[in-house]
């Protein structure tokens, strides 16, 4: 599987070719098949030929040239001579040389008991008057074709004939196995070349187009679960992609709407509220009991911080800022610079140059969340960059008392403040750290909570460098 291709092209394009070498093997065994048979049969039917011609050419040559004509009719596999007996007796019951046998008579008209055909695996009595090159060319073929006997197949041994001539004599003829195909060579390794080359390249463009409405979705539903701006994709490629771009368009739009409509109705219950809390601020100024009208002003105060923080959190899921790539290294040097400014005790240690695709402003607003909300119980924060393989980690600790690992992930609920017996006017409305893991989960990153063994916290944001 490690070898398997990633990508939906580059399997298709395996495939294919393995489809390809499968299919040209099966076809070159079906036609290795065919042209074996083919030069069989080539070899079947030269050797009735040669005899057939051979004894029509003796018939109409005067007896005294017949031994000349016999040798010049023979070659280094195939051997005439002129006996005055048969010297091969055929055995019952061999069909493959009673159809050879019948065929010979056929093409000499003459009658079938005048020839007699015989499978042999020792033919080397036949050659035994030849002269030293053809015996050891015979002895050449014979090692080749050695160890097969009587049960192997027939038309892999020794062929011996015998043609009886009008005088009453025996025509003897005796050949070696019929030869294999001839090999496939190097047209044949070139075709299979080309065939491959040529399929690969029409799988890769047909694949790349097909495939990429789907990158196109990939890419925008990655930047839209960031929180970026995505336009309408194009509706096309074949069926099934259409239809997932379509619904993708359509999710994007209700999602769009959505949050649109929610922010209006937020907006429009916070606009609201100031009214009555106005009035209710104009009314307690009428208490007499300066205690009372203290605590009343004081309930107002918060009701309308905690609406006006509700808005802002709803607002930063929605708004829209462009992403552009930023030295990650300087914006937290800056936001660190800042906080120092107004006496906080944190320090920062960069270094780390490293381009990363983000929204600033939204980021800044995160990490300062998250380290004025260190420096706020921890005392004091320290900073650092910490590059991953796939993400850039952004480490946050301080010396304070830490967080029960119980409440490691409900401290992110909006409005959920541990210390409650903190000022609220010094501690917020308890939304700092639900914004800033809204800010940084809408870039594709997280934020994680530690609890260090020497003491304190660790808060790790984690960002994708991907972009």
Known sequence: MRLMPRSLAGRFVLLLLLTLVVAQGAAFILFSGERLKAVREAHRENVVLRAAGLVRLLEDTPAELHGRVVQAASSRVLRFWIAEESDIDPPAGDAPASALAGELAHALGIDPGRVRVAATTLPSRFFRDRDDGERQEHRRLHRERRGWGPERR?????????????????????????????????????????????VALVAVLVTRRLTRPMRQLSEAADRFGRGEAVDELPVEGPQEARR?????????????????????????????????????????????????????????????????????FIREGVESEATRTVDIDALVDSVVADLADVGSDVSFTGGVKLPLP???????RA????????????????????PQADELHIIIEDDGPGIPDADHDRVF??????????????????LGLAIARSIVRGHGGDIDLENRAEGGLSATLRLPRDG
């Open 154 to 198: 027939w038309h892999l041994r020794w062929l011996a004939l015998s043609i009886r001539l009008p005088d009453g004599r025996w025509l003897n003829a005796v050949t070696g196995p019929a030869p294999g195909a001839p090999r496939w060579g190097w047209r044949f390794l070139l075709s299979l070349l080309f065939s491959g080359v040529a």
């Open 244 to 312: 997932t771009v379509r619904a993708f368009n359509r999710m994007r739009a209700r999602l769009d709407r959505y949050l649109s409509d929610r922010t209006a109705m937020l907006a429009a219950i916070s606009h609201d509220l100031r009214t009555p809390i106005t009035s209710l601020r104009l009314r307690a100024e009428f208490v007499e009991d300066v205690e009372t009208r203290a605590k009343i002003i004081e309930t107002l105060d918060e009701m309308q911080r905690m609406t006006e923080a509700a808005l802002a």
């Open 358 to 364: 983000c929204r600033p402003a939204a980021l800044r």
């Open 367 to 386: 990490l300062r969340n998250v380290i004025e909300n260190a420096v706020a119980y921890g005392e004091r924060a320290r900073v650092r960059l910490v």
């Open 413 to 430: 609920d909006p409005f959920v403040r541990l210390d409650e017996s903190r000022s609220r006017e010094g501690g917020g409305v308890g």
